[in-house]
């Protein structure tokens, strides 16, 4: 039965489990959190990304015991909304936008959420590549093309105040998906972005980048956004997002960043680590960006699990997508949405010889469970 009780151990795949709980009404209990770790229980972004989803509920219930070593969660009426929270400084944004990206076409009124923190982490995508590649994926798969990401202040480092706005409709239906073509890179587009730090670091890393990316096409254009006084926030710090897009409409991404306030503990006491070079940034996020290419598929590795879930979630039809190599976190996705919603997927791997490299591609198929937003108001 649907209200059947699900239960899971560890940390791991912590955002997966609530986001899938949510959607399909089923309450979970997460047991053995950290529990032979020096600091046991739920950290604090773990605790805040719970406190979100509060916020964006109403009715749920959810339960931690004294050591936070065991969470019961029983999800109530997706409420949506116009809402802020304030995120850890543990993890950036991009924590706590993926899941919101999930859940929120399935609201009961139109989502507009004010995220403040990190911009952009060292664990996670920056708000750039949400806003770039993530967001364009949305408007291609969901009925509805009024999905926005707006970034108000930047936030860079431990003492980062960054503020980004997301708003997303609701909708009642899923269309199913058909992403089997991905086409070839017709142009690479990009933000090079300075938080209280010299402009001249953002042309720096859009050189290191160019010198790369010109070598393969020349469609080859990236911003600078030189960010300074109410729209910075107090930590200095750069970075670099770059976003291809094919001729099918099919987008990859890659971002590296510098965080200069991020301190790492040694014997000595607490001591700020050396930021990267902008030119290093540059060439490593181009790299990045030719490896995520040839990796192949018609979504960034990033953003497999949304389209996954769009699939899953669709009309009683048939849905496919071509995808590059899945990663850990989509495996494990894939178990989940087997355990919430009883889908499962057709795979077909072959192998493909491109300019003397082989990779791997995988076509994934299912059939919709027909979820429909019983939560939308009735207009």
């Not at 669709?314 to 190599?325: F, H, N």
């Not at 077909?348 to 990779?359: M, Q």
Request: with cysteine.
């Amino acid at each position: 039965p649907r209200s059947k009780l699900l239960t899971f151990e560890g940390c791991n795949y912590f955002r997966q489990r609530l986001v899938l709980a949510t959607l399909s009404s089923r309450p979970v209990r997460i047991a053995r959190v950290r529990e032979d770790a020096d600091e046991p229980g739920l950290r604090e972004f773990e605790a805040g990304f719970i406190r979100l989803l509060d916020k964006l509920t109403n009715g749920s219930r959810i339960e931690v015991n004294e050591t936070g070593t065991s969470v019961f969660y029983h999800p109530g009426l997706l409420a949506g909304g116009k809402l802020e929270h304030d995120c850890s400084c543990q993890r950036s944004i991009g924590y706590f936008l993926e899941p919101l990206m999930m859940l929120a076409p399935f609201a009961k009124c139109s989502v507009c959420v004010t995220l403040r923190g990190l911009t952009s982490g060292p664990e996670d995508p920056s708000v750039d590549y949400y806003r770039m590649c993530v967001l364009p994926l949305l408007k291609k798969l969901l009925p509805v093309g009024e999905v926005e990401l707006k970034i108000h202040r930047r936030g860079v480092g431990r003492d980062g105040c960054g503020e980004v706005v997301f708003s997303c409709p609701v909708v009642r239906k899923m269309r199913p998906v058909q992403m089997t073509e991905e086409g070839k890179v017709r142009r690479v587009r990009g933000v090079a972005y300075t938080v209280r730090a010299n402009p001249s670091m953002a042309n720096r890393m859009v050189d290191s980048a160019r010198s790369v990316l010109n070598k393969f096409l020349p469609d080859v254009y990236i911003y600078t956004d030189i960010v300074r006084g109410a729209e910075a926030g107090k930590s200095p710090g750069y970075g670099l997002t770059l976003v291809s897009e094919s001729t099918e409409g099919m987008m990859h991404a890659a971002d590296g960043s510098s965080h200069s306030k991020q301190f790492s503990v040694s014997t000595s006491g607490v001591v700020p680590p050396t930021p990267m070079l902008p030119e290093d940034i540059g060439r490593q996020t181009a790299l990045l960006l030719i490896e995520e290419i040839v990796r192949g598929g018609c979504t960034d590795s990033g953003c497999q699990v949304i389209a996954l879930l769009f699939m899953a979630l669709g009309q009683k039809d048939v849905s496919k997508i071509q995808l590059g190599e899945l990663t850990p976190y989509t495996v494990q996705f894939l178990r989940h949405l087997r355990d919430f919603f009883q889908v499962t997927y057709k795979v077909d791997c072959r192998e493909e010889l491109l300019d003397s490299v082989t990779r791997q591609v995988i076509t994934l198929s299912c059939v919709g469970v027909g979820f429909s937003n019983f939560s939308r108001g009735i207009l």
